[in-house]
């Protein structure tokens, strides 16, 4: 993959900082913005965590990752080459790495209520359940039901994340607790392998929600 050609400006882009080792990513993940390309440098935007700006340092190198709807989670590694103090804080960084594509399933959950539906897999009398989201991610869902779902059993989820966009995939419960106050059933969702393509569209979805609430300064 040419990320010269691949990357987008504008797209957003997340930063895994290295450990001193250069090989196992810390657990915090940053958000930046891809602002300009020259000569084999990429320029980004000042990154941020939970709202506030993250330092990157010169000589350090970071795990950038990008997402491309129906193809997956990318990423490469890149040393960061200058810190351009202006109006905006910029930083220019040298990929070091080719891009490659990742099996990471460390997702960021998005808060937000979304019309959810679940129809248990494998039994001969058709149910649909409906429910609504506590929060979404690319690996599964919180959701509020009327009704309780066991354990373990396997249901095909239809997420309608916009009136233009509505999803179907499979996924297992794992959780599945009755709220003493309220009557209602908190469900955990972990969607199944084999949805890449619906995971995609997922996480593309969550990626622009998180835009929204940059600029609106929430997060």
Do not use: H, W
Not at 107 to 114: A, E, G, N, Q, S
Request: proline content about 3%; hydrophobic content about 40%; charged content about 30%.
């Amino acid at each position: 993959m040419d990320l010269f050609s691949e990357l987008k400006i504008g797209e957003k882009l997340e930063i895994e900082p290295l450990r001193e080792d250069r090989k196992a990513a810390a657990k915090n993940i940053i958000v930046s913005q891809l602002l300009d390309m020259k000569e084999d440098k990429l320029y980004i935007s000042s990154p941020i965590l939970k709202g506030l700006p993250y330092p990157l340092y010169v000589g350090n190198r970071v795990k950038v990752i990008f997402l491309r709807e129906d193809k997956g989670i990318y990423s490469f590694v890149a040393e960061i080459k200058k810190k351009v103090q202006a109006r905006l804080t910029i930083y220019v960084i040298e990929p070091i790495s080719e891009a490659e594509k990742t099996q990471r399933r460390i997702f960021y959950r998005l808060d937000i209520t979304r019309k959810v539906t679940f129809k248990p897999l494998e039994q001969d009398e058709e149910i649909i359940i409906e429910a609504a989201t506590k929060d979404i991610s690319g690996g599964g869902i919180k959701a509020i039901s009327k009704k309780a779902i066991a354990t373990g059993k396997n249901v095909a989820c239809t997420l309608y994340l916009s009136d233009d966009c509505v999803v179907t995939l499979q996924g297992n419960v794992v959780r599945c607790v009755v709220d003493t106050n309220t009557g209602d059933y908190q469900l955990g969702i972990s969607f199944l392998e084999g949805n890449d393509g619906v995971r995609n569209r997922i996480v593309s979805f969550i990626f622009e929600k998180q835009r929204e609430l940059r600029k609106k300064g929430l997060i």
